[in-house]
């Protein structure tokens, strides 16, 4: 839950200088890195909640980090010109040690873990 915390405060810092400073220059890149702080963020505090709801976040913005770092990554190595600058999960996470890569792993995992998965979850409490 700290990782994703300490991810959450570094993509939305580096997504706010980048969108107000040179936003024109790549903003797509921007704006995917100021989405990820944010997926990072739900995540963040939805894994530190028991209740069922915020379990039931954890797994989506789990899966939805999983997706996103799957797919930017691939189409940045893919297609490197796809990003004039670099996103947080560009490379698969390669500007933060790949931990972007290896964080939703872990996410899903402790949720797989501690036994409360997506199907069980009661979205009403």
């Given at each position: 839950m700290a990782a994703y915390g300490v991810f959450a405060l570094a993509a939305v810092s580096r997504s706010v200088v980048?969108?107000?400073?040179?936003?024109?220059?790549?903003?797509?890149?921007?704006?995917?890195?100021?989405f990820a702080g944010v997926v990072y963020l739900v995540?963040?505090?939805?894994?530190?909640?028991?209740i069922p709801r915020a379990r039931a976040v954890a797994w989506a913005a789990c899966s939805i980090e999983l997706v996103g770092?799957?797919?930017v990554g691939?189409?940045?190595?893919v297609?490197?010109?796809t990003f004039p600058d670099a996103t947080v999960w560009s490379d698969f996470g390669i500007g933060y040690g790949f931990v972007p890569a290896v964080l939703p792993l872990l996410g899903l995992a402790w949720l797989w873990h501690?036994?409360?998965?997506?199907?069980?979850?009661?979205?009403?409490?």
């Open positions: 980048q969108i107000t400073t040179r936003f024109e220059m790549a903003p797509l890149a921007y704006l995917l890195s100021a995540a963040a505090v939805a894994l530190g909640e028991g770092v799957v797919s691939t189409l940045s190595v297609r490197p010109g501690t036994g409360v998965l997506p199907e069980h979850a009661d979205w009403r409490r």
